[in-house]
Nanobody, 127 residues
Framework: EVQLVESGGGLVQAGGSLRLSCVAS????????IGWLRQAPGKEREGVSL????????YYSDSVRGRFTISSDIAKKTVYLQMSSLKPEDTAVYYC????????????????????WGQGTQVTVSS
């Protein structure tokens, strides 16, 4: 059974930091791309970042580039999203998602096309 379990969300003041974790099981982690997406109330879902476990490529949305860092621990089958300089507009439910990694990972990131999804973790940034 494929599982993606997010954790690390919470309430933080603007300017603060949080690290989200996504623990994966049930598939060959090394061959997959893992993405982080978010959705705020009343807004469309947004792809935040993606990492390819195959070649280490990373992608970020313009809204988080320079503030968020994605990383992967293959041995722990865990992907992290380090979020710094948080803003109230970063408030959302954050999801991790997975799909087999290939040459189209960047398109996958833009189109938010994944095979498996986690349940999400709430991040709230107060002003």
């Amino acid at each position: 059974e494929v599982q993606l379990v997010e954790s690390g969300g919470g309430l933080v003041q603007a300017g603060g930091s949080l690290r989200l974790s996504c623990v994966a099981s049930g598939f060959t982690f090394d061959n997959y791309a893992i993405g982080w997406l978010r959705q705020a109330p009343g807004k469309e879902r947004e792809g935040v970042s993606l990492i390819s476990n195959s070649d280490g490529s990373t992608y970020y949305s313009d809204s988080v580039r320079g503030r968020f860092t994605i990383s992967s621990d293959i041995a722990k089958k865990t992907v992290y999203l380090q979020m710094s300089s948080l803003k109230p507009e970063d408030t959302a439910v954050y999801y991790c998602a997975a799909a087999p990694s290939d040459y189209s990972d960047y398109l996958r990131f833009l189109r938010e096309e994944y095979d498996y999804w986690g349940q999400g973790t709430q991040v709230t940034v107060s002003s």
